[in-house]
């Protein structure tokens, strides 16, 4: 089956630090890649996406690049701030549905 | 603006009873879905839904049932709520599914069993 693998939070990082988020994935075709995003006491909401290999999906500083190679998609900024404090979720889209990963929580501090 | 309205930020209820959690979108989605979310599993599909009457199980099913009578409206319902039900549920709506298509979530019930 479908599975996602995030790595293991928190992140902890000082304003303007480079930000890596790791991503991998399983999937049988030919899945969409997301990166959604929690702020404290919300939903969900869509950061960025990728359709296809060799993709780059960005929004608000972040970007992804879709890996078929080596199955990831991993989230980079290169200037983090206080208000990217969140969790930040990767998942795949298939035909039915999305299949989410753990979560990793990203704190940011001055 | 899209909106998806769970009808209750936080609920607490007694082991054994009954619990409804309502979800309304307004966006004429065929899709919708209910989520649990758990510290270090993140979300997990309970069920889900394409059409008026229609839903599929899911990944963790058991203990719940769900109801689509209208498009707008998809109903999670726990028989007889247990402890280990006690979580973070997330309703969601999308438009007639592909691959790349964008689910949109409502801000959550924190639900608490005691």
């Known amino acids: 089956g479908n599975s996602v693998t995030q790595m293991e939070g928190p992140v902890t990082l000082s304003e303007e630090a480079f930000l890596t988020i790791n991503c991998t994935y399983t999937?049988?075709?030919?899945?969409?890649l997301f990166w959604y995003v929690q702020y404290p006491g919300e939903g969900l909401q869509l950061l960025l996406k990728?359709?296809?290999?060799?993709d780059k999906g960005s929004n608000k500083g972040f970007e992804a690049t879709y890996r078929k190679e080596t199955t990831s998609f991993h989230l980079e900024k290169g200037s983090v701030q206080v208000s990217d404090s969140a969790v930040y979720f990767c998942?795949?889209?298939?035909?039915?549905?999305?299949?989410f990963g753990t979560g990793t929580r990203l704190q940011v501090t001055l | 603006d899209v909106k998806v309205t769970q009808s209750s930020r936080y609920l607490v209820k007694r082991t054994g009873e009954k619990v409804f959690l309502e979800c309304v979108q307004d966006?004429?989605?065929?899709?919708m879905f209910w989520y649990r979310q758990d510290p270090g599993l993140g979300l997990r599909l309970i069920y889900f839904?394409?059409?008026?009457?229609?839903?599929e199980k899911g990944d963790i099913p058991e203990g719940y049932s769900v109801s689509r009578e209208k498009k707008e409206r998809f109903s999670l319902i726990l028989e007889s709520a247990s402890t280990n039900q006690t979580s973070m549920y997330l309703c969601?709506?999308?438009?007639?599914?592909?691959?790349?298509?964008?689910?949109?979530f409502g801000q959550g019930t924190r639900l608490t069993v005691v």
């Open positions: 839904s394409y059409d008026v009457k229609m839903k």
């Open positions: 990728a359709t296809k290999a060799d």
């Open positions: 966006m004429d989605h065929e899709n």
């Open positions: 969601a709506s999308s438009p007639r599914v592909t691959a790349n298509t964008e689910a949109f």
């Open positions: 999937a049988t075709g030919y899945p969409s």
């Open positions: 998942a795949l889209g298939t035909a039915s549905k999305l299949t």
